[in-house]
């Protein structure tokens, strides 16, 4: 069974300030999403990275996918309130295979 | 932006109780999945359907659980006798295709309470 562990757990931090968040496995992923999760909702998709040091962009949030493709980072650039959520990685080993979700990250922004 | 429908939101139901929840995946996707979340925990798969038939089942998906997409457009997962573990987020999603490059859409979960 493919893991994935996401760090840190918790994270809070004041509006406009930068952050990182990581996203490790001991297995390789073919591909890996990144989704934003708000209380009582669904998951929504971020962003999905299938190549190996791909880098995506998405406004102020930068994506990488490492080059072993056993990792991840999501970074957040001057972040507002609405950013605050539970930032979730999933990854899937081979075609077709089913996304496995880790733990997640809880971030809060605090105006 | 077309969406996954859930209903319902909410539901409570006794123990040993039968449930089903409903879904309308997004009309012109193919593949279903069924995932549910115990507060405060990890997102779990439960089960993947596709071409009228299950792909793939997680180890919690046992005997009492089933899926059924009984029309062109509805998606239902079943529970046959409900226990107290079962109370979690039950979220439904589709995708297109199957492919690395997809991912989901969830709809906004329905919430089972077993008391």
């Known amino acids: 069974t493919q893991l994935l562990e996401q760090s840190p757990q918790f994270l809070s931090i004041q509006e406009g300030e930068n952050l990182t968040v990581y996203c490790n496995s001991s297995?390789?992923?073919?591909?890996l999403q990144w989704y934003r999760q708000e209380p009582g909702e669904g998951p929504v998709l971020l962003v999905t990275?299938?190549?190996?040091?791909e880098v995506k962009k998405l406004k102020r949030l930068t994506f990488q996918f490492g080059d072993a493709r056993k990792d991840s980072s999501l970074h957040i650039t001057a972040a507002q309130p609405g950013d605050t959520g539970l930032y979730l990685c999933?990854?899937?080993?081979?075609?077709?295979?089913?996304?496995?979700f880790g733990p997640g990250t809880r971030l809060s922004v605090l105006p | 932006e077309p969406e996954v429908t859930q209903t319902p939101s909410h539901q409570v139901t006794q123990m040993g109780q039968e449930v089903i929840l409903r879904c309308v995946p997004i009309?012109?996707?193919?593949?279903f999945y069924w995932y549910r979340q115990i507060l405060g925990q990890k997102v779990e798969f439960l089960v993947s359907?596709?071409?009228?038939?299950?792909s793939e089942k997680s180890e919690i998906f046992d005997d009492q659980f089933s899926v059924e997409r009984p029309d062109g457009s509805n998606f239902t997962l079943k529970i046959r006798s409900t226990k107290l573990e079962d109370s979690a987020m039950y979220f439904c999603?589709?995708?297109?295709?199957?492919?690395w490059g997809y991912g989901y859409t969830f709809g906004s979960g329905t919430r089972l309470t077993v008391v």
């Open positions: 999603a589709s995708r297109k295709t199957g492919g």
């Open positions: 297995s390789v992923f073919s591909s």
């Open positions: 990275v299938v190549t190996g040091g």
């Open positions: 999933a990854g899937a080993g081979n075609y077709g295979q089913n996304f496995v």
């Open positions: 009309s012109n996707h193919l593949y």
């Open positions: 359907f596709y071409n009228n038939e299950i």
